[in-house]
């Protein structure tokens, strides 16, 4: 058990609470910086400085009253949750000492404590980046590996596939095997992004007229497997080009979250799924040690291969530059993954 101090700790630091519930469109006002004192580690416990937090669209859901997602909500006047990589710089346990790197929930602070356990010890030297930690990866491999079970020969259609899950979840298919890959999106830049640098074979912007005619066009044989971030008239396309025994893996319903309406409510087309035997799988969850550590495996090998592209956004401007970050996320100003770097310790 180790109680060293290696590294300089200040008395007091930051963290971002929510400061009322989500009800309309997030504004900076849904964002309160303060100051609090940094915790102590008590017994089995450590005090870790964070270095990288993520942001990710599903964190908007989270701050509405009403959240039906599996996993915390934030709450109004508490500390904002979410994904975050930082440095052991006190330790009271035997599990983790000073200097190790770690992955946890802690949200968007600059120091965390709590138990070892809840603090995953990450490998050294596996990625170019710390930032590499906080991809959306897990989510993807877990929703095409497992759920829609992509392979050799499939076509394989994601919608909104330009953002943090979908930009990883089609270079997952080619990976393992998918004979054609196609993705929509919302700009001719992000098509060009999709076909020139992450290697899809076809991607349209489904804004340029009904998206079950690109689909026609792009899969005329109809597509085996359909990764979806955002439902609304995407989903129901899907539905229409299926081939038989398609399998459909729902990850996200972006057209629901952002554009309302009936985007959120997509008509199932119950006789054309009855008929072609269409296997439909919504998922979320946590995702267990066992996922995590089968998305690191083949996200190592694949990008150390040159196989695969890490699509990332990483902004500077510590904590403060968050909120700022998120809004921009949810206005579709970045592509891929997004990190803020909290400190360049």
Known sequence: MSTHNALEIPRTAREVRLTEQLEGELTLDHFGIVQTPV??????????????????????????PGCQLPVPPFLAGERLGGGAVGTVVRSASDKLAVGDLVHSMSGWSEYSAGPAETYAKLPAGLFPSPAYFLSQGPTAYYGMADIARAGEGDVVFVSGAAGGVGSLAGQIARCRGAARVIGSTGSKEKIDYLVDELGYDAAFDYHDGPV????RELAPNGINVFFDNVGGEQFEAAVQTAAPHARFALCGALAGQIGGGRAAHPRLDLMRAITRHLEIRPFACYHTPEQVSAWYEHFAQWHGEGRFVFPHTTLDGGLA???????ALLNGRYRGNVAVRITSG
């Open 321 to 327: 530059r968050a909120p700022e970050g998120m809004l």
């Open 212 to 215: 079950v005619e690109r689909l």
């Open 39 to 64: 915790p102590q580690p008590n017994v089995g416990e450590v005090l870790v400085r964070t270095d990288y937090l993520s942001l990710a669209a599903a964190y908007a859901d989270l701050m509405r």
